[in-house]
């Protein structure tokens, strides 16, 4: 399999490819200082924009890692989901540049998806007594708070910039559409209500649009190796446009993957 490591431009629609290797590679993050960083064989990479190669990142002991991390909202710090030492996902946090993984969650198994804007909290899936719920514990860990557990499945949550708000794909009755909750759990609101399958909602830095990964109808998951589109929609809700088709699925956008000026965002294709 062929990974492209490609970004978008939202004011001229050009895709620029970054990197294009023959090994398996997913999930781009944008740290601020100019790079990104993906991850694959259960490993992290840090890709420089200004000359694209895959350069390890130091996880210790974690090297189960899978594509469900991410960067601080200060840039300081990485956020892994790895199963090495446990019998599911467990959420880890490292410094940036590499280092032993500190351990955040207690509950297995969980997969990050979201940072809050002011650093303290994090956003996440996991399955506990029933089906995967949304969750958040403070970055030291500690007890999690369950935000939601009234789907048949939910994935892909992320906060607002302005923290107001997370996002997350949500199945009802066969059907995954993008929602928004406040982070106490109240004020659930249904933001996509069409019949594609939506799922990784991702809002931009400055708070104007949201990006998430459409599969057609019926698509049961998120499966890899899928003909997949990319649609913007206003963060306030509205008709989204779709940005690019392309072959992908899982690995494409799972995790937060804007630039920090929202001008741009990272994302993978793959060719079997």
């Known amino acids: 399999m062929r990974s492209t490591l490609s970004v978008f431009d939202l004011e001229t629609d050009a895709v620029t490819v970054v990197l294009d290797v023959d090994t ?14 993906v991850n694959g064989e259960g490993r992290l990479f840090r890709v420089p924009l200004d000359a694209p190669a895959l350069h390890p990142i130091y996880t210790g002991f974690a090297d189960a890692c899978n594509n469900d991390h991410g960067i601080s909202p200060d840039g300081t710090r990485l956020v892994i989901s790895d199963r090495s030492r446990t019998d599911g996902s467990c959420i880890y946090t490292l410094p940036v540049t590499g280092g032993t993984p500190t351990r955040v969650t207690d509950a297995l198994p969980s997969y990050w998806h979201g940072w809050s804007p ?14 995967f719920a949304l969750l958040t514990c403070p970055v030291a860990g500690g007890a999690e708070t369950c935000v939601t ?10 906060y607002t910039p302005d923290g107001k708000w997370i996002w997350f794909n949500g199945e009802r009755d066969g059907a995954v559409d993008l929602w928004r909750i406040r ?38 998951g998120h499966p890899a190796g899928r003909d997949v589109a990319l649609h913007l929609m206003p963060a306030t809700g509205g008709a989204p446009r779709k940005l690019l088709c392309l072959h992908g699925g899982q690995g494409t956008i799972n995790v ?12 993978m294709r793959f060719t079997p």
């Open 24 to 37: 398996h590679i997913e999930a781009p993050n944008w740290h601020p200082d100019g790079y990104l960083i």
């Open 118 to 131: 002011d650093g303290q909290t994090l956003a996440y899936v996991g399955r506990r007594d029933g089906p």
């Open 256 to 267: 937060p993957c804007w630039s920090p000026d929202s001008r741009r965002f990272a994302f």
């Open 149 to 158: 557990d009234t789907f048949d499945h939910i994935d892909g949550p992320d």
């Open 183 to 220: 982070p106490d759990g109240t004020g659930l609101q249904q933001m996509t209500q069409d019949d594609l399958v939506n799922w990784f909602p991702h809002p931009s830095p400055d708070g104007a649009h949201v990006l998430y990964l459409a599969y057609p109808p019926g698509t049961e």
